[in-house]
């Protein structure tokens, strides 16, 4: 199985401001996932989205499900936000819920127990899921300060 990651998300500027803008339904997941990171965090930074991709596969079956479907199984929308620049986690984004698949810190990626407990048809193995987000190499920090530059001239 092949995977790939597709960019959701562009820096743009506007009335002043640096955004982070989007296709509406991913960026609700993850600004529902920021507020959920966030939360117990104390001091001055909270989880800002800065980047949002989309894994995909060349397997049709790949992150599908049959809960809660009649006669084809279900697609699950697999989501990697990135927060602040730095972190990188990647959620399963389907029908009313979401849960979380796995968190990269640096080069550590850590799969979460509910990516295991989901009743996929087909998923990739959790080798192929690490190296993908282990691959991202986000240049969303270089954007942001160019989306600045443009500010102050």
Known sequence: MKLYLTKLS???TDKGD???VGAMAPMSAAGALTEWFGEGMEGPVKPTLTALWRIGS???LAFTTWLNTDLNPSKVDILVAEMNCRYLVAFADWSS???NI???????VHLHE????FPWIKTPTDEQLI???RSLQSTTAEEIRAARATLTN
Do not use: N, Q, W
Not at 102 to 108: F, N, Q, S, W
Not at 114 to 117: A, S
């Open 10 to 12: 562009h820096i743009t």
């Open 102 to 108: 796995a968190l990269r810190i640096g080069d550590e």
């Open 97 to 99: 819920c979401s849960f």
């Open 114 to 117: 509910d990516y295991h407990l």
């Open 18 to 20: 640096v955004k982070v």
């Open 58 to 60: 060349d397997d049709p």
């Open 131 to 133: 190296a993908l987000l």
